[in-house]
């Protein structure tokens, strides 16, 4: 009787562990930190900062983000994701819905669908899996821009969260 409930107790952790192992590799943790300087072609002086966090989700293809910005001097105009290395400009592949009239301190957050991308086939990114990749293989960037700045005032590359 004994060795039959440990059979069962542990066929019921290698079933726990087996489906929260694959939920977790479904979900991606990723990060950015946002500021003038890294503005491509050419860095922005300003006192404006951000960070921002992404979850991507594989399985639904939903990317949550909250996106704070501190200091931007005058209001902000967009925010997208786009597809780029470091240091180098690239374009929107996922747009961003930005608050009206908001400056200074701030938050944005939402939830958009993979399937919403721009098609850059230039850029490699023909279907939505392809955006997919290129926010997992930490090939975006979150691009904030400003009434000051219409082409960027803040940039920051998506990473994974190295915690």
Avoid: C
Wanted: no cysteine.
């Amino acid at each position: 009787m004994r060795q039959q409930w440990v059979r069962l107790a542990l066929l019921n952790l290698v079933l726990v562990g087996v489906t929260s192992g694959s939920a977790w590799a479904q979900s991606s943790e990723m990060v950015a930190k946002l500021t003038g300087g890294d503005e491509a072609p050419n860095t922005v002086n300003s006192g404006a900062f951000g960070t921002a966090t992404v979850t991507v989700d594989q399985g639904s293809g939903d990317i949550t983000y909250t996106i704070r910005v501190w200091n931007l001097p005058t209001g902000v105009i967009a925010a997208h994701f786009h597809v780029g290395a470091e240091k180098t400009p690239g374009p929107v592949i996922i747009n961003i819905e930005v608050p009206t009239n908001v400056s200074n301190d701030f938050t944005m957050t939402g939830t958009v669908n993979v399937a919403d991308f721009v098609a850059r086939p230039d850029q490699g990114i023909r279907s939505a899996n392809d955006a997919l990749q290129a926010i997992l293989g930490e090939n975006t960037y979150i691009n904030v821009h400003s009434q000051a700045n219409p082409g960027g005032e803040i940039r920051g590359q998506v990473k994974h969260d190295p915690r």
